[in-house]
């Protein structure tokens, strides 16, 4: 019992912060809630680590795997143009380590458990259920990127996402997804559906006003 309810508790407050933002850009105050990202990245990762949970050393040892694996892809595209496209990140992320935010290869890792979980749930076959996780990643992506530039998230050279930047995206996530089969982590379902659902929502909402 007590730990169904820091279950609800975690997803009340995961809504409520996207509600909250999602509202407030919709009636003019874009900037101000748009600024405070960071801050819902933020408090979305301290629930992953509380309710997920994040609290062995395994578990803590692949989400920084995942975070570092992460910030290099990222690096290598801001820097070179690898793997995604050319582009530069905004200000609207957070505090930034020689242009690539820290707070991006959280979002990466963050984004890997989670779908993970999903998919063990709905997939049994181990290479369907990675593959489906992976798609579950990219299909936020494929939202985010219409998003990103209008929030001072990043953007692209050529003002789109070229079709190289969602199949790096869909196969580093394949890798993570694999990191994350072979060392046979889950963890709590019904918090990582609305951690999902909740990342979705709000930039599928975004997504139509484009």
């Known amino acids: 019992m007590r730990s169904f309810k820091k279950d609800i508790l975690a997803i009340w407050i995961l809504w409520i912060f996207n509600i909250a933002a999602l509202v407030g850009i919709s009636i ?7 600024s405070k990202t960071p801050l819902n990245l933020i408090i979305s990762t301290l629930l992953l680590f509380i309710v997920f949970p994040v609290n062995t050393a ?22 070179y143009g690898i793997l995604f496209g050319s582009y530069r990140y905004g200000a609207n992320l957070g505090l930034k380590v020689d242009g690539v935010p820290l707070l991006i290869g959280i979002n990466w ?9 999903i998919a063990q749930h709905l997939i049994k076959n181990n290479i ?3 593959l489906l996780g992976a798609t579950l990643m990219l299909i936020l992506d494929y939202f985010m990127e219409h998003s990103a530039p209008r929030f001072d998230f990043w953007e692209f050279e050529d003002g789109l996402a070229p079709l190289k930047n969602y199949i790096s995206w869909f196969l580093i996530a394949v890798l993570f997804h694999t990191l994350v089969k072979w060392t046979k982590l889950t963890g709590d379902l019904r918090f990582s559906l609305h951690l999902y659902a909740a990342q979705l929502l709000f ?6 006003w484009f």
């Open 128 to 130: 369907v259920q990675i």
């Open 109 to 117: 890792a963050l984004l890997t458990f989670i779908s993970a979980r």
């Open 58 to 79: 395994r578990k803590g040892a692949v989400f920084a795997l995942l975070w570092f694996g992460g910030m290099l892809a990222e690096w290598l595209g801001v820097h």
């Open 203 to 208: 930039f599928v909402y975004f997504y139509s």
């Open 28 to 34: 003019g105050f874009e900037e101000w809630f748009v």
